[in-house]
């Protein structure tokens, strides 16, 4: 009987072992697809509101300003947003935990506290600001330095479509999908963003002349 404990013990041990480890590492690519994400919008976000103000204003301070004020404005919603939804998640997480206990048997209600599986608010929102900061500088550091009008628009667009690649292979690599179809996507919509923004800010621009 003790050598039949004994060996339930360590096959609970290891039944546990595995389930740990695919928590973790599920955990880590969460993170790794919200920086991902975030970065993407940032420099997407940020190359389409250069854009539109580079075809009404060929002033590369304009840009730049511009650029700049878009970053601050972004990482600070992207922060607030990702604080807000976490903050919710860890909230109804606790409560379905506590409703669960409450009808479990006593002795299987301690099986952990809520909210085990999320990250922290305060984590969540500085790793988004972050993410969307570093995409953002992408364009405004290839842009900043360049005095000609269309050399700098060239730059820009370059550099932005060369992020959008990074950061569509890296997501298909995380979520395993076909890295052609999703570079495909990511530069596809980043692309439609700035001919967006671009010929709407060119056409209100030239029509308030």
Known sequence: MALDRTKLSIDGIESQVPHVEMHDHSQR???????????????????????????????????????????????????????????????????????????????????????EGLPSPLQAAAASALAFSLGAM????AAGFISSYRVRLGVAAA???????????V?????????????????AGGWLAMAVTYGLMRLFGSSAL
Do not use: H
């Open 29 to 115: 690519a969460q993170w790794l697809r919200a920086a991902v994400l975030g970065a993407n919008d940032g420099l997407v976000s940020t190359a389409s509101l250069m854009m539109g103000v580079g075809a009404v204003k060929g002033d590369a301070k304009a840009m730049i300003v511009s650029g700049f004020a878009g970053l601050v404005a972004g990482a600070c919603s992207m922060a607030i947003g990702e604080f807000v939804s976490v903050y919710s998640q860890l909230d109804i997480e606790v409560a379905q935990r506590k409703r669960e206990q409450q009808t479990k048997v006593e002795g299987e209600s301690s099986d952990g506290t809520g909210g």
């Open 138 to 141: 992408v364009p405004l550091l």
């Open 159 to 169: 550099a932005t479509s060369v992020g959008l690649l990074v950061f569509g292979c």
């Open 171 to 187: 997501g298909a690599a995380l979520g395993r999908s076909p890295v052609g179809r999703s570079c495909f996507r990511v530069v």
